[in-house]
């Protein structure tokens, strides 16, 4: 097919799903909702506490686990030039996130992820090895019950490593769990026991018959991260059930109607 003929044959997909797309969903990318402008930063409990008071369906997280065994907020494995991998949490006591907030640990965030008004977005971050991402799996399923949390309806999980989304089919059935790396199909994805994807809106421009794959094995289809309107609009055309974003007021104000809580 030449190249022209894919284009209008990827818009007219497009164009049919958006006449019967289902409502989607809105997830605050690392609880950003503009959030640097107000003085707040990614991944800080402020950011969550905004994202909780907005009411967006869902405010993303990322995991890491340091070499002392303390689960951390945070999004890059490095902090100032140090693995978070292979350095202590005492390591990081003087460390500040641009709101002046310190690194907050995993049970410090979940505290304030009781207060409800979102459903948690998990990520789990790849680490060294596979012994400590099940030992991450592991703490973070523990963290959660010990905050009442440990409930499909408050708590989505996602992640770019296999092993990981592999664990938590095994530990957490009945949890959505979507894997984060499109080098797998939905077919791929679905035949490890995993139920859902979450891809970057690259993944689905090239290939948006995967939305309808994914939901012909009853798997959720989330979008990461989608900011411009353009593209915005594409996916909500496509029906994927959620949209991870920078600009989640944004999107809201596009979907209009469309918005949904999914779960």
């Known amino acids: 097919m030449k190249k022209s003929l894919r284009i209008i044959a990827a818009a007219a997909i497009v164009a049919i799903a958006a006449s019967c797309a289902p409502k989607v969903a809105v997830t605050a990318h690392r609880g950003f909702w503009n ?20 009411h967006f369906w869902g405010s993303e997280f990322d995991v890491h686990i340091t070499s002392d065994l303390v689960l951390v907020v945070h999004h890059d494995a490095h902090i100032q030039g140090k693995s978070i991998h292979t350095h202590n949490y005492a390591d990081f006591k003087d460390y500040r996130l641009k709101n002046g907030e310190k690194l907050p640990t995993l049970d410090e965030y979940l505290t304030q992820g009781e207060k409800g008004g979102t459903v948690l977005v998990f990520e789990l971050k790849k680490q060294l090895d596979k012994a400590h991402e099940d030992y991450m799996v592991d703490q973070s399923v523990a963290a959660l019950k010990r905050h009442g949390l440990y409930d499909p309806k408050k708590v989505i999980f996602i992640s770019f490593s296999r092993n990981i989304c592999e664990r938590i089919a095994a530990l957490c059935p009945g949890f959505t769990n979507q894997y984060l790396e499109k080098d797998l199909t939905p077919e791929e994805v679905f035949a490890k026991g ?63 109607s469309k918005e949904n809580k999914w779960k």
């Open 35 to 54: 959030c640097e402008e107000a003085g707040y930063a990614e991944n800080s409990i402020k950011a969550l506490e905004l994202a909780q008071k907005n």
């Open 194 to 256: 995993i139920n859902g994807i979450d891809y970057h809106y690259s993944a689905f421009n090239e290939h948006p018959e995967w939305v309808g794959q994914a939901h012909d094995r009853k798997m959720s289809v989330n979008v990461w991260t989608v900011d411009k309107d353009d593209d915005i609009k594409k996916m909500i055309g496509l029906g994927v059930d959620c949209i991870t974003t920078n600009q989640p007021l944004k999107v809201r104000k596009i979907l209009g």
